[in-house]
């Protein structure tokens, strides 16, 4: 140890453990690190995995609704249709009529459409020469139905996509009835099928007929300007003027402005990661322009409508017999449907459909937060996903919508306080795919091994740093061990040097006959007292090897207390007078009849090396008395006690002093002599016979007690 350690001090020992520390440290925390980021990657995917399933369902909501709204025929736009089998010339409401609208479309306002010339009317209201109570409607419920159907063409003409005007909803209908009967429409595919016989024979020539011409340049095809909003509102050019304009109402902000985070959880391997968080929803079967063969009734002139069989209930009436049994069959295209945001914030829903060379705009206006809120948002807060993510909608780029748990977004002002990791990013299907949902994480839990991984860390990190505290601790101890042996050795040698020394010197002058007679008794007790010392320095040694190697044994038995203290008077009087000290030895008689199991010889050195040290230590001191006293516990042991009047023991060193080869005085400039081993002596003697030493300040001096358990 001496040889390995001999170059070594704390500094450098703390170094080479730094080093060995971050070797092991800093491998360590990166592969905890890549395994918890790893674990973070796959709960990610996960999610994103969720976020995809739940895009899937939202869109497959909306798609079953849209192909329900695309299924209604050309004539239920209208307020009147057919029923059944046209030859039994029975009228009916159409289903888009009721009211309130129906709610199976999240957000609907309600059904419009926009003639060729560009007339707008509402299935909502009755025709005008028709008596409401005739239809089960009274005269609140109409004022209501023209309050919607003033509401709804109010939105189309401040987006510019009908013609303002102060007429009247009900003559806006009346228009529009009197339109179905305009005798300039192309009447190729028109009949009269007053019976069954003249209504197979029209509609086999309608089914024979060709459909209608929508070849550009053909007369009947001529540009509808007043519909030409229509056509303008999902062009390029369109959604750039729309981009140079303030924002429609609703919108936070561009999707540019979302603080979010696309490369946070993307640790995977390359060949790993997919384009997760720019996806794109596969391309849906392609919609195409569909044909159907429609019956309208022929109002009769002046607009007069017929009444309703008297068999009918007046106030669910259903169906009504036309007075002059004219019906007509024709045959149209209807595109599929368009969607578009417009500047007010509301959402329309719309499609062209060509009859007889003519278009019309058929569609429906919706209101933006239920619209989403009531498939987007319900399907979100049914999800796990809500609790850790947020849910942005928006439209050809601006954002509108947050969902974030139970709650809307609409509080966001705009979107630079939307961030978060990017987790999935589609498009909904046509007609919505200008709508677009991004999910974000904001809270992303780290999976069912993180707690595991997490204690691994934490276990490690104690095991490091305690590990390396310890090995620090014990580095620091050898070295101080190393330098406590060099002491020992060089003190060891002065004291063993200087005795001998002395002792040949003074046998020198003996042997010459160089002392004079009345000094050669002082001369041998000199010789004398020092052959002493060199017996309990070289005893002490002895024991020292005998610890080291573990082969320190006692024979212990049940002694008199009165017996041991005879013996210490007969040890320790001599030395103790000759270093000029007086001795004090008391013990009372009830004390000295008490038995304890003591190793008599071990007892006897450990009573002389406190005196030594007590000797030692107070040499310069003003009161030259070592006293010596025992006592009776209360507990029943026995406690002997060794007090001198020197200088005592720093507070600080009361532990330490019973260190192996612990001095409180460098070696180089002490002023006692000794080893540092006695005291170490002391403590290991003792604890072989299950006693305990101790020391006590007494101001002045020091008091070394060694306390007995009672036999």
């Not at 059944?84 to 479309?105: C, E, H, I, K, M």
């Not at 001529?222 to 303008?232: I, K, L, N």
């Not at 019973?658 to 070696?667: A, G, I, P, T, V």
Request: with cysteine; aromatic share 8%.
């Amino acid at each position: 140890m001496h040889t390995s350690l001999s170059g070594f001090d704390r500094k450098t020992l703390r170094r080479w453990l730094l080093v060995l520390f971050l070797a092991l440290a800093i491998p360590t925390a990166v592969l905890i690190q890549r395994a918890y980021s790893q674990l973070k990657w796959e709960a990610f995917h996960q999610h994103q995995l969720l976020a995809e399933e739940l895009a899937a369902r939202i869109d497959a909501r909306f798609t079953a609704l849209i192909n329900a709204e695309e299924a209604h025929a050309f004539t239920d736009y209208a307020f009147l249709v057919v029923a059944g089998d046209p030859a039994a010339n029975f009228l009916q409401r159409s289903p888009l009529s009721a009211y309130p609208p129906d709610t199976r479309l999240p957000g609907l306002i309600g059904y419009f459409q926009v003639d060729a010339q560009g007339a707008f009317s509402t299935p909502l209201l009755p025709p005008q020469a028709a008596r409401p109570a005739d239809f089960g409607i009274s005269a609140a419920e109409l004022e209501q139905r023209q309050a919607l159907a003033q509401r709804i063409r109010r939105i189309l003409s401040e987006n510019r996509l009908v013609q303002g005007g102060t007429g009247s909803g009900r003559e806006a209908s009346l228009a529009s009835a009197r339109r179905f009967s305009d005798a300039r429409h192309d009447t190729r595919d028109e009949m009269d099928a007053p019976t069954g016989d003249n209504l197979d024979t029209a509609l086999a020539q309608a089914g024979s007929a060709p459909p209608p011409s929508r070849t550009p340049g053909a007369p009947a095809e001529r540009e509808v300007t007043a519909q030409a909003a229509f056509d303008r509102l999902n062009t390029p050019a369109a959604k750039r003027e729309q981009q140079k304009k303030a924002a429609p109402a609703g919108i936070l902000g561009r999707i540019e402005d979302l603080k979010l985070d696309k490369q946070r959880y993307q640790i995977a391997p390359a060949d790993e990661l997919t384009d997760q968080g720019n996806t794109q929803r596969s391309a849906a079967p392609e919609k195409r322009v569909r044909k159907e063969r429609s019956v309208l009734p022929q109002l009769p002139p002046h607009g007069s409508v017929p009444s309703f069989e008297q068999t009918q209930p007046a106030t669910v009436p259903a169906e009504a017999k036309t007075s002059e049994g004219h019906i007509r069959i024709f045959e149209s295209e209807i595109d599929p449907l368009e969607f578009s945001l417009l500047d007010s914030g509301h959402f329309v829903l719309f499609r062209k459909v060509w009859r007889n060379g003519q278009r019309y705009i058929q569609g429906m206006l919706l209101e933006q937060a239920p619209f989403l809120n009531g498939v987007i948002q319900t399907a979100f807060n049914e999800t796990a996903l809500s609790r850790m993510s947020e849910l942005i909608v928006a439209y050809q780029g601006e954002v509108f919508s947050a969902f974030t748990g139970s709650d809307a977004g609409d509080y966001l002002s705009s979107a630079a306080q939307l961030n978060g990791a990017l987790l999935y990013q589609t498009h909904l299907s046509a007609p919505l795919s200008g709508l677009e949902m991004i999910f974000t994480i904001t809270r992303l839990p780290p999976g069912p091994g993180g707690p595991l991984i997490t204690w691994i860390a934490a276990t490690l990190t104690v095991v490091l740093c305690g590990g390396f505290y310890l090995l620090y601790r014990l580095g620091a101890g050898q070295i101080e061990l190393s330098r406590q042996q060099q002491d020992f050795i060089s003190a060891v040698s002065h004291e063993l040097k200087t005795p001998l020394t002395s002792i040949r010197m003074y046998g020198e002058m003996l042997r010459e006959g160089w002392a004079a007679e009345e000094k050669k008794k002082a001369y041998y007790d000199f010789i004398f007292d020092e052959s002493e010392r060199l017996s309990r320095l070289i005893s002490n040694v002895l024991q020292l090897a005998r610890m080291t190697r573990n082969e320190m044994q006692v024979t212990v038995k049940a002694v008199r207390v009165a017996e041991l203290v005879d013996g210490i008077r007969s040890k320790v009087t001599s030395q103790i007078e000759r270093a000029g000290f007086v001795l004090n030895l008391g013990c009372d008689a009830d004390t000295g009849e008490a038995r304890i199991c003591v190793d008599t010889d071990a007892f006897a050195q450990i009573i002389i090396n406190l005196v030594d040290n007590a000797l030692k230590f107070s040499a310069k001191a003003d009161t030259k008395i070592i006293d010596i006293a025992c006592r009776r516990l209360s507990a029943g042991g026995v406690q002997f006690s060794v007090r001198d009047y020197g200088p005592g023991v720093p507070r600080d060193q009361m532990k330490k002093i019973f260190n192996l080869f612990y001095r409180s005085e460098n070696e180089l400039t002490r002023e006692t002599v000794g080893t540092g081993i006695g005291l170490s002596l002391v403590h290991q003697l003792a604890q072989t016979m299950q006693a305990q030493v101790d020391v006590v300040d007494r101001e002045p001096g020091a008091e070394f007690r060694v306390t007995f358990p009672a036999h």
